[in-house]
């Protein structure tokens, strides 16, 4: 950051708008702020950080109590600040919130606060970035890359504030460091390490739990104890098996015991039920006897029902049938004429039975090949889906082959490109020392030749100068020479005068004296008064110039030795370096830069490519399982379709190749099936006519003749029946016409009463039988003793169940001991792998995280690695402000046995050789020491943070503690900084930084508020 123009409008002691333009220093990076006490010296620093960040520069400060007491009410409290960040040129503006008078009425409203930020392009409209409060702020902090406190230790270093680096303990400069160096990548290492190992120190816990719980489950303290318990159990299985085969034998022969007893009892049960049943059924054969006599009475007159039925009959039909002959013969002419012609009929389509039967044939062979194109059409459907989905298949197939090919090609790609990154980021922190001592020696070559050209320069000035005051000398000699001669003579002259004047015997004027022995006389002319005067005047002007001469000459004397002194500091430190060319120098530096950039890259590449490898890997991982998805769809959709291939090209071959077309098909058959169904219609028709003719002519025939024989028959047979009739009733046993009317039954009564005949007949007989076989089955067989044999065989039962449910148990006990001892195996496997990896993870956890001697966490290490960096550039100036004394040292010691260090700062004595606590600085020590520090970390926070431009460093007093030679030596440090290019202010009222700068920010103060400018020369 560079500023180019502050303007601060009722703002702390400038009660009017202040303009100051920083422009007007032109090429001059050095400037003093200069004032009195109160005069508004820090308000300028407090304008800066306010437009900045909304506060101002000292911590007992803030943006809401900087309005100008002098200011008028109807000024505006605000401050608008135009920067440049490189090449880009930005502008911030704040305003307060404040009690602004009310436009209408009395009293007053409060102003709310305001912020914009403007980018400022060099051509074109400026670009409104930012106008909020909060969101000015943060867009600051992007492009300053600092926060305001952090800001306020690296660019502008106000009262107090910057000595907080110093002063500072281990965890107070871990928070300034760590936000200065974006280190959060490395607590985000340690809380990872950390979390992995608490994950898998977890994770082993569960599987510890696990094991204890199978145990507790199994009724075990230890794995051997559940082993032990198995082959116990398995032993006690074999005997229980052998017990259960013996109770099983013994079981057997009782349970047969049982089944045979149940058989001879079952027997007799049987004998006795058969007897029974005999006796019973005897008492009933009486009454059945006589059901059967009278059912043979009714059977003997049913039979002559036909007899006297027929006679009936006979007589009725004889009747009929002498009237239907007369009937049928006249029909039966008819029929006969109408056969005739039928006959004839029938005869002509007779001759077309050949062309029926090809026209018949044909059809049926056209179907048939209809119905092979309909199934060989399917064929087709199914083959072109088939074909389809294979398609589809390959071509899925050959996109996700194409896709793990190009992915692979990837991945190998990306690990040939991180092992090839990895080698150089490998080399980041080496090359990083190379190039920043070289950077450091490169400086250091510069500042020799610079150095060597302003010695020659010096050492020509000193000749100069020795020759210009030896010639003063000279002229010096000469004049004095002439003054002493010219008031010798006066003096001579005045003498002369005076005794030309003496009289013998008078005292002398002079000494008093009453003899006069040897008067002075005159030598010559006298020069008189004017001519002394004016010879007394050269004398004092040439001795003025010889003054001035020798001054000059001891300045430029005490300035070429100090330059030689630096060139022979810079010869030690660069020893061989010293003589190498300057474009060489530059050319091995810009080599080791380009090295460490390299190296820089190829960290950043071999993280990105870290990152994306493994994305790659996880999409691959995808892809090969979506890959064998496709494939096994490919093989499917292949045997499908060269099955329905296969099945197609036999379908087609069983069709002639002229009829594959269903039209030509439809048309052939149609036309067949119209010409065979003239045919057949009129053939059938033909059929049906003679048939009909004839059946017609047979049917009156037979009609005629049945009837006429039918006639002749029935009128004998009614004679022949009647006579019939009477003698069945006297054979059948009636004595006449009344007793064969009483011996009558309905068929119904009849049934019913044969029924129960036949069932009782049936039922004795089968009961003669069951009583036959029962005795001799039963023999002379006693009933058994049932109930003992029943107990008997129920004890073995018994004793077979327990000592059979004790096996399964045992059994059952055994299977699940040793489902425990297999889990127990896999969980021991499982912690065998946890604990492996917990060795490793847990211990870089606990190391990163401070596990160690020093309570030294990974973020802290990297920040003590930069400290060291901050305290080498710090000593370089240090060691000049304080000729050589004191140098900073980082300390591993802890305040606090509990508390981390790493980061805590020490002064070493090289007059004592004793390091001690920087707290025992004295105020001008403190002081040099923390400008060192402060400086020396603006130069490592520049060179390891790539977007943050410190072109500008503002010192706010702290030099009127120091001696007229550590002043000397600390501004000498500030002045290196701007040979560098940056800017440097300090504020101060120390006279002699005020007559040494000459380009000064003067300050000041009136009754009506402050007022500041630049003057220049």
Partial sequence: MRPLCLTMTAFGPYAQQQKLDFRELQDRTFFLIHGPT????????????????GDASGAQRDGKSMRSDHADSALITEVIFDFAIGEACYQVKRIPEQERPKKRGEGTTTMLAQAELWSMPLSGEPVLLAAKWLDVTKQIELLLGFKSNQFRQVVLLPQGEFRKLLTANSNERQEIMQALFKTDLYRTIEEKLKDDAQQLKKASEEFTKQRQWILQEAGVEQENELLANVQQNEKEVEQ??????????????????????????????????????????????PAIEEDRVSLMRATEAASLFDAEKNVANYAQETITLAES??????????????????????????????????????????????????????????????????????????????????????IDHVRIEQQKYMQLALEVGNREVQYQSGQRSLTKRKQLEEHRQVFAQLEQQVLASELQLAGLEKDYETAKSRFIELQHDWVQGQAALMASDLVKGVGCPVCGSMEHPKPATSLGKVPDEGQIKTAQRQLETIEQKREKSRYEHSSLQTEWN????????????????????LEEFAQGIHLLQEQYEEALTGEKQAKDLAGELEELTKEQENNQKELAQVEEVWREAQQLCKGAETIEQERR??????????????????????????????????QQNVQQRKQLVIKQQALLENTQSRFIDTKEKYEEEQRYFQKRVIAAGFSDQTDYEKAKQSQEVMNVTAKAIAAFDSEFSKAAIFLEQALQTAGDSELPDMLHLQQVAGDVQTRYNDVFAVHTNLEAQIKRQRISLEKIVQVDEKLERLEAQYAVVGRLAEVANG?????????????????????????ERLKMMSRSRYSLQRTLDRARKNAAGGLDLEVFDNYTGIARGVGTLSGGETFLASLSLALGLADVVQSYAGGIHLDTILVDEGFGTLDPESLDFAIKALIDLQQGGRLVGIISHVPELKERVDARLEVMATERGSTACFKIG
């Fill in 38 to 53: 109160g005069s508004g010296k820090t308000t300028i620093l407090d304008g800066m950080c306010f437009a900045f960040f």
């Fill in 240 to 285: 229980l098996a052998f017990q259960i085969k013996s109770i099983s034998t013994e079981l057997q022969l009782a349970q047969q015991a049982v089944i045979q007893g149940l058989a001879v009892e079952g027997k007799i049960r049987e004998k006795k039920k058969a007897e029974a049943l005999v006796a019973d059924l005897t008492e009933k054969k």
């Fill in 325 to 410: 002959c007369k009937i049928y013969q006249d029909k039966l002419d008819v029929e006969i004429q109408n056969a005739r012609e039928a006959q004839q009929l029938f005869d002509t389509e007779a001759a077309k039975e050949e062309e029926r039967e090809r026209l018949a044939r044909e059809i049926i062979n056209l179907q048939q090949i209809e119905d092979k194109i309909k199934i060989l059409q399917e064929a087709v459907e199914i083959v072109s889906v088939s074909q389809n989905r294979l398609s589809q298949a390959v071509e899925n197939k050959q996109h996700v082959e194409l896709r793990c090919t190009r992915i692979q090609d990837k």
């Fill in 562 to 581: 100090t330059w030689g002194k630096r060139i022979t500091d810079l010869f030690e430190e660069l020893k061989e370096q010293a003589d190498v060319p």
């Fill in 653 to 686: 071959l069983a069709i002639p190749e002229e009829l594959q077309e269903k039209e030509k098909l439809e048309a052939k058959l149609k036309d067949a099936q119209h010409q065979y169904q003239q045919f057949k219609i009129a053939w059938e028709h033909a």
């Fill in 851 to 875: 596990g160690n001697e020093h309570k030294l966490t990974l973020q802290r290490f990297v920040l003590g690695t930069l400290l060291e960096n901050v305290i080498v550039a710090a000593n």
